[in-house]
């Protein structure tokens, strides 16, 4: 099973990372309506660049996006 990224959600509660107990993104939404070009953006300056790789790879393939190369490389 993937690592997700586990949001602190007393610091956090309406992070854009939040799932539910299915394990599924509960504002999922948000990053279906984002394109491929603000999503590296949001992942390698944004809200997603504190995520280890793993974390990142684990998020895009959830996302149906991990045709992208190494989350490093981005």
């Given at each position: ?14 992070s ?17 309506d ?27 393939i ?13």
């Amino acid at each position: 099973m993937p690592r997700y990224y586990e949001p602190d959600l007393t610091v956090n509660p309406n992070s854009l990372f939040v799932r539910d107990a299915a394990n599924k993104l509960v504002r999922r939404g948000y990053w279906m309506d984002v394109n491929d070009r603000t999503l590296v953006m949001v992942m390698t300056k944004g809200i997603g660049a504190h995520l280890t790789n793993d974390e990142k790879r684990a998020h895009l393939i959830d996302l149906k996006r991990g045709y992208w190369p190494e989350p490093a490389t981005l």
